[in-house]
T-cell receptor
């Protein structure tokens, strides 16, 4: 298993601003994933972050809106840029520790945009 | 298209009663199936998983799930619910292996437990 820490745990932001969410893992992992959980909705994969390469974004998500950094094997950041109220969600960092597809999740960052 | 359906948005059971949460999936290949639980303000915790073999899988906290290929279902069960089981439960399907990370989640079932 893995221990995943996210910061901030929650924040309230103004429209038009940007917020960077940090994700720290207690062990080295190749692949890190960022998910979004909109209110009352399921989880949706935003992007996959591999160390040393550009993140791979899912359909409907673009790098300009959700830039991701992956400077090493234990850390990643997700920035939500030029926020609008529609970006109010829980953003979750996750990692896969084996080839079985099982994911471990951080506690999430609850973002409210006013 | 690949999808996961959890038909029940909200279920309320009495403490000590049995529980079954439904999950149906649509997936073109052999699925890897998961159940996660999310307590208020918490991240997701894996309850159990199915990859192959015995179709009845045991998980943590006394939960089990049965994979029924003919029904495309992976229902979660618990014989006796505890008040601490109140949470939201998510069913997910994925391809595993090289496609790990791209899990498709259902919309979740919120479980309330009456004393």
């Amino acid at each position: 298993s893995a221990v995943i820490s996210q910061k901030p745990s929650r924040d309230i932001c103004q429209r038009g601003t940007s917020l960077t969410i940090q994700c720290q893992v207690d062990s080295q992992v190749t692949m890190m994933f960022w998910y979004r959980q909109q209110p009352g909705q399921s989880l949706t994969l935003i992007a996959t972050a591999n160390q040393g390469s550009e993140a791979t974004y899912e359909s409907g998500f673009v790098i300009d809106k959700f830039p991701i950094s992956r400077p090493n094997l234990t850390f990643s950041t997700l920035t939500v840029s030029n926020m609008s109220p529609e970006d109010s969600s829980i953003y979750l960092c996750s990692v896969a520790m084996s080839g079985t597809g099982e994911l471990f999740f951080g506690e999430g960052s609850r973002l409210t945009v006013l | 298209a690949q999808s996961v359906t959890q038909p029940d948005i909200h279920i309320t059971v009495s403490e000590g009663a049995s529980l079954e949460l439904r999950c149906n999936y649509s997936y073109g290949a052999t699925p890897y199936l998961f159940w996660y639980v999310q307590s208020p303000g918490q991240g997701l915790q894996l309850l159990l998983k199915y990859f192959s073999g015995d179709t009845l899988v045991q998980g943590i906290k006394g939960f089990e799930a049965e994979f029924k290929r003919s029904q495309s279902s992976f229902n979660l069960r618990k014989p006796s619910v505890h008040w601490s089981d109140a949470a939201e439960y998510f069913c997910a399907v994925g391809a595993g292996g090289g496609s790990q990370g791209n899990l498709i989640f259902g919309k979740g079932t919120k479980l309330s437990v009456k004393p």
